[in-house]
């Protein structure tokens, strides 16, 4: 690994991590349970190593019952509530991405991946939380391949690093299936008018 490709990785650990950080305790309310991260122990441990970097499990939720499963966690530092899961559909380096990874571990009976996914979005300093959401991966594959199927949600491209990801509306879900936090105080903030007006017409009508 390069020392560029070394900072980057760093830099996304550390990002997921305070991100994390924001919303953990109301994660673990949500779920009943204790998060235990992956991520930051994935230099120290080959077994971190391959759940983070191999099955996309970024950390673990040990419930109160007892039980353990996997969680993925995407941090997005923005000024605004964008309220849709981003899914890494191709790479610049054309390696397998978490679309890729996500899809063949699902129909691979046996195979390990994160039972919840979870979208983050914070101020650019990743000291606020705007809002997150919490939905079982497979519901969330599920629904995004319908939407590319359907023609509903197509690739945008990062325009940070070039690659290409699918962006799963909130709304694209009841509300049994997802969990949704938003605190719409921070929201107004940092949102023009413009983009105020645009968001409340997007809203679901359940919401």
Not at 170 to 182: A, G, P, S
Request: proline fraction near 3%; charge should be negative; hydrophobic fraction near 30%.
């Amino acid at each position: 690994m390069t020392n560029n490709n070394h900072k980057i990785l760093t830099d996304n650990i550390e990002k997921s991590y305070n991100g994390l950080e924001l919303v953990k305790p109301m994660i673990e309310e949500y779920l009943n349970g204790k998060i235990i991260s992956v991520e930051e122990d994935n230099k120290n441990s080959q077994i971190c190593k391959v759940l983070d970097m191999d099955c996309g499990i970024d950390a673990l939720i040990k419930y109160n019952t007892g039980n353990t499963t996997g969680l993925a966690i995407r941090v997005q530092p923005t000024k605004k509530n964008w309220r849709t899961f981003t899914t890494r559909l191709e790479r610049m380096t054309h390696k397998p991405t978490e679309y890729d990874k996500r899809k063949s571990s699902i129909v691979n009976d046996g195979s390990l991946y994160p039972y919840y996914t979870i979208q983050i979005y914070t101020n650019k300093n990743i000291t606020e939380v705007i809002s997150f959401a919490i939905i079982k991966t497979t519901t969330l594959f599920e629904r995004l391949d319908k939407g590319i199927f359907d023609g509903n949600i197509q690739s945008l491209i990062n325009n940070q690093d070039g690659s290409l990801f699918y962006p799963t509306p909130w709304n694209y879900f009841t509300n049994d299936e997802i969990y949704i936090y938003e605190c719409k105080e921070e929201i107004l903030q940092e949102m023009t008018q413009e983009e105020i007006n645009q968001r409340l017409k997007e809203l679901p009508k359940n919401s």
